[in-house]
């Protein structure tokens, strides 16, 4: 079965903090998703990355495709970070649907 | 540009009744899709659609019908609602070279 898996489940830190999350998935893909959503539920994609590394602000997503494994990165977290963020892949085979990890929920305290 | 629109926000649907979930786009994505959430688990893909005129089933369309007659506009209509239809839903578009999605604010449909 293809799946997506994103570890921690939960993450909860100090302001300031480098915070890290994790996505693993099964088999090849031809383009992996990070996206964010708010406390209010709103979604906002964050990267679209198929390989090397991306970088907004404070926000770092890296991918190894011979691992099948990307990380989320956040430098300086801040409390207005704290939201859900999800994975999300394409399989490779043109296939236009994503399928998505259930994300992980951080919380920064000031 | 107001991206993706979706209406209502919020529904409360008996058993057995019907409604329709609006979507519309302002950026002349081809793509569009529906998605669930359910607590506790990812998006789940309901269907999508590569153009006008053109849909496509995805993981959970069971209960669901969806039509495409426009580019801006992607309705998905629930025809007989059920305890298990209750669930947040998602719209989004994107262009086809598979470029990040815009996703709409999401409906909260309670179905009692």
């Known amino acids: 079965k293809n799946e997506v898996e994103q570890s921690p489940q939960n993450l909860t830190a100090q302001e300031g903090e480098f915070i890290t999350i994790n996505c693993s998935y099964s088999?090849?893909?031809?383009?992996l998703h990070w996206l964010q959503q708010h406390p209010g539920g709103g979604i906002v994609s964050l990267f679209m990355l198929s390989s090397g590394k991306k970088k907004h602000g404070r926000l770092i997503a890296t991918i190894n495709i011979q691992e099948k494994h990307s990380s989320l990165h956040i430098t300086a977290s801040h409390p207005r970070d704290s939201a859900v963020y999800i994975c999300a892949v394409r399989w490779q085979g043109g296939s236009e649907k994503l399928v998505f990890g259930k994300g992980t929920k951080l919380t920064v305290n000031p | 540009n107001a991206g993706v629109t979706q209406t209502p926000k919020f529904r409360i649907l008996k058993i057995g009744q019907s409604m329709t979930l609006q979507c519309t786009q302002d950026m002349n994505h081809n793509y569009m899709y529906w998605y669930r959430q359910d607590p506790g688990m990812g998006l789940k893909l309901i269907y999508y659609s590569v153009g006008a005129g053109i849909t496509d089933k995805g993981e959970v369309p069971n209960g669901y019908n969806v039509s495409r007659s426009t580019t801006e506009d992607f309705p998905l209509r629930l025809e007989l609602a059920a305890p298990s239809q209750t669930s947040v839903y998602f719209c989004?578009?994107?262009?086809?070279?598979?470029?990040?999605?815009?996703f709409g604010n999401g409906t909260r449909l309670t179905v009692t």
């Open positions: 088999v090849g893909i031809s383009a």
């Open positions: 989004a578009s994107s262009y086809p070279d598979r470029a990040l999605s815009h």
